[in-house]
């Protein structure tokens, strides 16, 4: 690990270097939001945003995915094989990622690459791409990350982490990949103390003012849990409109969609979100989670329990926040883990049933 000093129209002239050899992709400003998109000749990074709208999961696990294509005709000699559908596996570089949203695609990670399975689409996307970090001197008031293991100058999941000061980046190098980027841009680095550095992480952890408890919830009985009476209060205002799983960047339910055009297919993989009632619906018609409550406690069990307990890291959230702004609603998430982590069963009630 090292820190190095680069000027910021170094940096500038650095990055259309290195679009000869890596794809960028970057905030920019759309309407009044922003979001990650391949960026241009000519167009720098805009890094006066606080954080996206959606997160940039997408670049990795794509909203709509083609994955297979296959011919029904029977002229074909290979009809109805399925075939892989070639992807775009080049060197890419994502710029200004948040921290959070860095971590969020190590715990993604853990669904898509297993030792039993492995999705090829995300881990050879993932293994393409380098994570450029953008660190947050200026937290939103609803972000939490420093509660759930993450923080404004976290570093898991990055290969570069730059804090912005003034003329210049302080640029912390973590991984070879991200030493690499940095000789490929032919960028001049000074070595840095990190006096600085540290002094600014801690003063940016310092303004997150959001803050949850988790402790609890490890040892909560998973059926207590699910059996507990706020369930019905926390899901009366929801409208299942899917926001809050779409816009997380540590959601990864997806479906699978054959489109079929004449006597051609393709096989698609699509975000699916377990706020939906068709999410869970059989073809018997039968929906184990048929009802809204059912819906609405499973995204928070397995954000805030089923997660803890299978995988011992934490929650299953980074605390980027976008669901509580976003959440037409207001149901937020982090009053919900207070709820089950503060969770105590009431052995009257209990007694009195029995
Ligand atoms: S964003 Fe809010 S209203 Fe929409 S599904 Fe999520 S919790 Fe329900
Ligand atoms: S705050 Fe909400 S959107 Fe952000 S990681 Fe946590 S659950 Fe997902």
């Not at 190590?106 to 450029?132: C, G, Q, R």
């Amino acid at each position: 690990m090292k820190l190095v000093k680069i000027d910021k129209k170094q940096w500038a002239e650095g990055l259309e270097s290195l679009k000869k050899s890596f794809r960028l992709l970057g905030p920019v400003k759309e309407d009044s939001y922003y979001s990650f998109k391949a960026l241009k000749e000519g167009e720098q990074p805009d890094f006066s945003f606080l954080n996206t709208r959606l997160s940039p999961k997408s670049l990795l696990f794509p909203q709509s995915e083609a994955i297979v294509e296959y011919s029904l005709d029977e002229r074909d000699e290979d009809h109805h094989v399925m075939k892989a559908i070639e992807t775009d596996d080049s060197p890419r570089a994502v710029l200004g990622i948040r921290p959070c949203d860095a971590k969020a695609v190590t715990l993604v990670n853990l669904n898509f690459d297993t030792s039993e399975y492995k999705d090829p689409y995300w881990v050879k996307a993932l293994a393409a791409t380098t994570f450029i970090g953008l660190a947050c001197d200026t937290p939103k008031s609803t972000c939490f990350c420093t509660s759930v293991g993450c923080g404004p100058y976290h570093e898991e999941g990055l290969d570069l982490l730059l804090a912005d000061e003034g003329e210049t980046y302080l640029v912390k190098i973590l991984t070879e990949k991200g030493g690499n980027f940095l000789s490929t841009a032919g960028l001049e680095a000074v070595d840095e103390d990190t006096t600085l550095f540290d002094a600014k992480k801690k003063a940016a952890e310092a303004k997150i003012i959001s803050t949850i408890a988790t402790d609890n919830l490890k040892g909560q009985d998973i059926l207590d849990l699910h059996e507990a009476p706020f369930w019905e209060d926390i899901s009366f205002a929801c409208l299942n409109c899917g926001t809050c799983t779409y816009t997380c960047p540590t959601c990864w339910c997806f479906d699978l969609q054959d489109e079929i055009h004449g006597k051609s297919g393709k096989r698609f993989k699509n975000w699916d979100s377990c706020m939906f009632p068709l999410f869970t619906l059989h073809t018997t018609g039968h929906n184990p989670r048929g009802t809204k409550l059912q819906r609405v406690r499973q995204r928070f069990m397995h954000k805030l329990k089923y997660f803890v307990d299978k995988y011992d890291q934490g929650i299953m959230c980074v605390g980027c926040g976008r669901c509580v702004n976003q959440c037409p609603v207001n149901i937020d998430i982090r009053k919900v883990c207070a709820l089950m982590n503060d969770h105590k069963v009431d052995e009257q009630a209990c007694a009195v049933q029995e």
